[in-house]
């Protein structure tokens, strides 16, 4: 793996960490392999990831379910933590959110199993993705909660190449202005690999496996 670059932001505790490289997922080609497992795994980290989201949510948005993607339930339970505090104006009149995972099925469709699908059905839920860039996983999260009965509430993610997808706004700490030359390739037609640039490594929600 190249040298990891360390992009620092308003928030003194949040740093992204990406690659610049050749670097394949099961979607698309990408030469840029961006790092959240801190964000994903470390209470510090995650929790000031959903400090840093959750703004977008403060009093304009109902959020009843988190639906978390990409391994992001640290994160989500954070969010979750954040927006149900004494003295925090939540529009959720429940006062409590669920914090679910997706199943992921061979064909990369996400299905809920009886006991989840009542914690979408008629609500508002947050989609939480690690990052959003090809937006497969994403479109399936949102085809999902439709399936099941429920509204987006909203997308949220650590790093987002976009402002806005299917119609809904995206709320993200890093965007596109945070990597410009970020690009995402279909493999049959990626300008690396015609001019005979290999693969360093296949990256994921897991993380990456050098070749």
């Given at each position: ?186 493999s049959r037609s990626c300008p690396m690999c015609k001019a005979g640039q290999h693969i360093e490594a296949l990256v994921n ?7």
């Open positions: 793996m190249n040298h990891m670059i360390r992009i620092p932001t308003k928030n003194d505790r949040l740093i992204l960490r990406v690659a610049k490289g050749h670097f394949a997922t099961s979607h698309s080609h990408i030469n840029y392999y961006i790092d959240v497992t801190t964000q994903k795994t470390r209470l510090s980290e995650a929790k000031e990831v959903a400090k840093e989201l959750v703004r977008t949510y403060q009093s304009t948005t109902i959020v009843d379910t988190v639906l978390c993607l990409d391994g992001t339930q640290v994160i989500g339970t954070c969010i979750a933590d954040e927006l149900t505090q004494d003295g925090f104006r939540n529009m959720n009149a429940h006062q409590t959110i669920y914090v679910i995972t997706p199943e992921i099925t061979s064909g990369s469709q996400l299905i809920l199993r009886d006991n989840l699908a009542p914690m979408v059905r008629d609500k508002h839920v947050l989609i939480l993705a690690a990052s959003i860039s090809t937006g497969y996983t994403v479109q399936a999260a949102i085809e999902a909660v439709q399936y099941y009965g429920g509204m987006v509430a909203g997308l949220s993610a650590i790093f987002s190449t976009c402002h806005e997808y299917m119609g809904y706004p995206v709320s993200a700490i890093f965007d596109p202005s945070t990597l410009p030359d970020y690009a995402s390739y279909d929600s897991f993380g990456y496996s050098k070749l």
